[in-house]
């Protein structure tokens, strides 16, 4: 299989003649916390992201999942310039964001937006939703006064919210009801690919349906490109095109969602979703879930990171690291023995069906998607109270 060319891509031709260019590319991407010199000690040196080469197409929901520290977060913030990496690049439409004057990149970031995960914390709870909403339209600048409250009751209407809670104050809506604020933030700058990291998983269940549905119909409504961290593996294959697997500040697997569901091809996927047998409706029988912890990024294992707790892991495991491989189907995946461990697991067998919660929130989604396609068809310009609860 063809090894990945420096940018990330497989080699020149793969993508074809009529292949739009994606919409940001990484190319070497890490990013070191610490290491500085503190007085008599120098603070110890976090991994975070190690050498990161990956493409975002335009439109497409990409997922970036993996154990909590695996550098999930940190690769978002440096794909959208949220964070300056210890080195690689990131070109967004063409433009290297490394060599953009703080002016043209102040200018740029309106079309890169992140939502967070803590809706209440990441809202000032001093100003009050027209200031959070509005804010954002006069950096960007060029608006008057009456231009921006006018786009202000536009954007809250395009996430569900009431006109005339413009004037009210954070600490005065419900988690759901904040989280939209967040989203009408991001949009107030006209993004066009917008970070959301763990966007609802500090929200009930209930809620968590409004906004990834809300996230989903934005994205078509608005052409946006979406980025989405999370570790709610029901959330990712409802959301997500494609989905991109980290350990250890590394991309292991990446493949389209239906695929790498289906049949994971790198160890630590593959536990990763044995640990959680029932987000997949096929698994092989020998996958065990994973043991033990996640290294530390200050001390990581030599060659495969996985090494230390993959079950496949042979002497050259500890001695090189496997390069992110292009596989049939535009699929990549890190391992030295892929093709063996896939060939060796190739009885799959059906397991037990989707858990009984899991179809749940599958079926709540879906429910709650046709609900909406079918109000927006007919809708007045005014969100309804059966909008507000999908
Ligand atoms: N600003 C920071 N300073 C020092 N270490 C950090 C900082 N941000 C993240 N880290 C460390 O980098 C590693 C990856 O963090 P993060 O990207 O938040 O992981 P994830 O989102 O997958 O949970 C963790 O070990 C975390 O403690
Ligand atoms: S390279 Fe070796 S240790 Fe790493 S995932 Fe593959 S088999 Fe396991
Ligand atoms: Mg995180």
């Not at 590319?25 to 070191?32: N, P, Q, R, T």
């Not at 008599?40 to 990409?62: C, D, Y």
């Not at 004057?101 to 100003?127: C, H, V, Y």
Request: aromatic residues 4%; hydrophobic residues 35%.
């Amino acid at each position: 299989m063809a090894p990945l060319t420096q940018n990330g891509q497989a080699p020149t031709g793969r993508r074809g003649p009529t292949a739009p260019p994606p919409i940001l590319e990484a190319s070497g991407l890490v990013k070191h916390f610490g290491g500085k010199r503190m007085l008599l000690k120098r603070s110890p040196l976090v991994r975070a992201v190690n050498g990161i080469s990956m493409s975002v197409k335009e439109g497409e929901t990409l997922a970036v999942v993996g154990e909590s520290g695996c550098g999930k977060s940190t690769l978002g913030r440096l794909l959208i310039r949220l964070l300056e990496p210890s080195a690689g690049d990131v070109i967004y439409r063409g433009r290297n964001l490394g060599n953009l004057t703080p002016d043209e990149l102040r200018r740029l970031r309106g079309e890169l937006q992140i939502i967070f995960q803590d809706p209440f914390a990441s809202l000032n709870p001093r100003m009050s939703v027209s200031d959070i909403v509005s804010e954002p339209i006069w950096l960007k600048g060029g608006s008057s006064r009456g231009e921006r409250r006018d786009k202000v009751v536009e954007i809250l209407r395009t996430v569900g919210l009431r006109p005339d809670m413009a004037s009210r104050y954070p600490h005065e809506f419900s988690g759901g009801q904040r989280q939209r604020i967040g989203v009408a933030r991001a949009l107030a700058s006209d993004p066009r690919l917008i970070l959301g990291d763990e966007p609802v998983s500090a929200l009930d269940v209930s809620i968590q349906a409004q906004i990834v549905n809300l996230l989903e119909e934005l994205k078509e409504r608005l052409k946006l490109t979406l980025i989405i961290v999370a570790h709610d593996l029901a959330v990712i294959r409802h959301m997500s095109d494609r989905v991109a697997v980290m350990y250890l500040g590394e991309v292991v697997e990446l493949a389209t969602t239906d695929t790498l569901y289906d049949a994971p091809l790198h160890p630590y996927t593959q536990a990763l979703f044995a640990a959680i047998p029932q987000a997949s409706a096929v698994a092989r029988h020998s996958i065990k879930p994973l043991d033990g912890d996640v290294p530390s990024p200050t001390n990581p294992p030599s060659g495969c990171k996985f090494h230390t707790r993959c079950p496949h892991a042979k002497p050259l495991c500890n001695e090189a690291r496997p390069q992110l491989e292009a596989v049939e189907g535009g699929r990549r995946v890190a391992c030295h023995f892929w093709r063996e461990i896939a060939a060796a697991g190739s009885d799959p067998r059906p397991i037990a069906r989707p858990s009984a919660r899991l179809e749940k929130r599958l079926a709540l989604y879906t429910a709650c998607q046709a609900g909406r396609a079918e109000l927006l068809s007919h809708r007045s310009s005014t969100p309804t109270a059966k909008d507000q609860t999908c």
